[in-house]
């Protein structure tokens, strides 16, 4: 079992910046890919960029590519989520996600991870 605790929402202007970070703890000798989704009201929740365990492999849903970029460190057990240029419809709940994986297969569905932290509330005002 691994946990997952998000932090670093918030309330930005449109075209501000924002940095979300995950802490990992629990069963983390073990590797991971590690990923954030988000969850706007009334609206399924939806893929927004994963990382492999390695670090090696990113990938990013298309309405945020350019615009956020993800990291790790695994030697801190974090992976954080750097937000620049963010825009009104990216007002969600950002939820941190997580799949045992050693290898460089990302993964893009909700389905697909077994942990998941409390989410953190990112608000764009216009």
């Known amino acids: 079992q691994v946990q997952l605790v998000e932090s670093g929402g918030g309330l930005v202007q449109a075209g501000g910046s924002l940095r979300l970070s995950c802490a990992a703890s629990g069963r983390t000798n073990s590797g991971y890919t590690l990923a954030w989704f988000r969850q706007a009201p009334g609206k399924e929740r939806e893929f927004v960029a994963a990382?492999?365990?390695?670090?090696?492999?990113?990938g990013y849903a298309d309405s945020v590519k350019g615009r956020f970029t993800i990291s790790r460190d695994n030697a801190k057990n974090t992976v954080d989520l750097q937000m620049n240029s963010l825009k009104p419809e990216d007002t969600a709940v950002y939820y941190c996600?997580?799949?045992?994986?050693?290898?460089?297969?990302?993964?893009?569905?909700?389905?697909?991870?077994?942990?998941w932290g409390q989410g953190t509330q990112v608000t764009v005002s216009s």
């Open positions: 990382i492999s365990w390695s670090g090696s492999s990113t």
């Open positions: 996600a997580g799949q045992v994986n050693y290898g460089p297969r990302l993964y893009r569905e909700v389905r697909e991870y077994s942990y």
